[in-house]
């Protein structure tokens, strides 16, 4: 019952590490409100929700999109009067491109979903957590945000726009009563994004979408892929009262890659 009375707005939240956030959030004694696009897989969520004794509701949006955040944040107060904690997920990864190839819209695009996102759903979320002197904002930022993987120039410019944007926040913050911080996961291969992203990276290479994958878990110390649970595990920790002494930092869960 580490978040009994919070309430938790968790956006990319209809699949993937958002979907485990709010599982674990919801079974934590959170209200989480979801967004993402997909109203079915929202819908799926909510009900798997409630039917685990939990609280859950939602609303669709394109976080790309200034008024759409507005309207999640609206929504999520009308239905449960307040958010405590924000977390955001929400992304895609984007093409898989050299820098002089990569499409401006493509990158306006990732950069929107990510980073912009982050900004503009803390804009409308500080207000209150600094009226109530208490919230918390955890923004999941990405290894790529610390290492230099080929062909993904916007998506680790808004990882790691992610990453200074927590720290901004923090230091304002911090006096106020709200801790803001971030997540750097390593390969959560079980996602969409991920998969998506395998045979992407796959095709490039001119390797098959195993020998790709292999080859990178090799890499990181536990020679293994991080699950959409161990993510959220180090999500609560992060928005709940065990981590009372941190903020404006980034925790990585990647199995031993990245090291500062
Ligand atoms: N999987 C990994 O290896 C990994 C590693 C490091 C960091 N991450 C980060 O973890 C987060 C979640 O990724 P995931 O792997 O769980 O991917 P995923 O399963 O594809 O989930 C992505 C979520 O974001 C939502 N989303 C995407 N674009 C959106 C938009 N414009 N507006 C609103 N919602 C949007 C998706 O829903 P709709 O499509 O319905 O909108 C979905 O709910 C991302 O920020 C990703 O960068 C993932």
């Keep these: 019952m580490q978040l009994r009375n919070q309430v938790a707005l968790v956006t990319g939240s209809g699949r993937g590490i958002g979907r485990a956030i709010a599982h674990l959030f919801a079974k934590e004694s959170a209200s989480v409100f979801l967004a993402a696009r997909t109203e079915k897989e929202l819908a799926a969520v909510s009900k798997e929700i409630a039917a685990e004794g939990g609280k859950a509701e939602y609303a669709t949006a394109d976080l790309t999109q200034e008024a759409a955040c507005a309207h999640v944040v609206a929504t999520a107060r009308e239905k449960f009067g307040r958010i405590d904690i924000l977390v955001n997920n929400a992304g895609h990864y984007g093409p898989v491109a050299p820098v002089e190839e990569y499409p401006l819209a493509e990158f306006d695009r990732v950069i929107g979903v990510h980073l912009r ?9 500080l207000p ?22 080929c062909w993904s120039s916007a998506y ?76 959220a595990r180090a999500a609560l ?21 990245a090291f500062y």
């Design 117 to 125: 996102a982050a900004f503009l759903l803390s804009k409308l979320v």
């Design 237 to 257: 920790f992060l928005c709940s009262k065990q981590s009372s002494a941190i903020t404006g930092q980034s925790i990585n869960v990647d199995g031993g890659a």
């Design 156 to 231: 680790a410019a808004a990882k790691a726009g992610m990453l200074g944007l927590t720290r901004v926040t923090a230091a304002e913050a911090a006096r106020k009563g709200v801790r803001v911080n971030a997540i750097c996961p390593g390969p959560v291969t079980e996602t969409r994004m991920s998969k998506e992203l395998g045979a992407d990276l796959a095709k490039r290479l001119g390797v098959s979408p195993e020998d790709q994958l292999a080859g990178f878990l090799s890499t990181l110390l536990q020679g293994r892929a991080q699950t959409a649970d161990e993510i």
């Design 128 to 149: 209150e957590m600094y009226a109530h002197g208490s919230g918390a904002i955890l923004n999941i930022s990405s290894l790529s945000a610390k290492a230099a993987f």
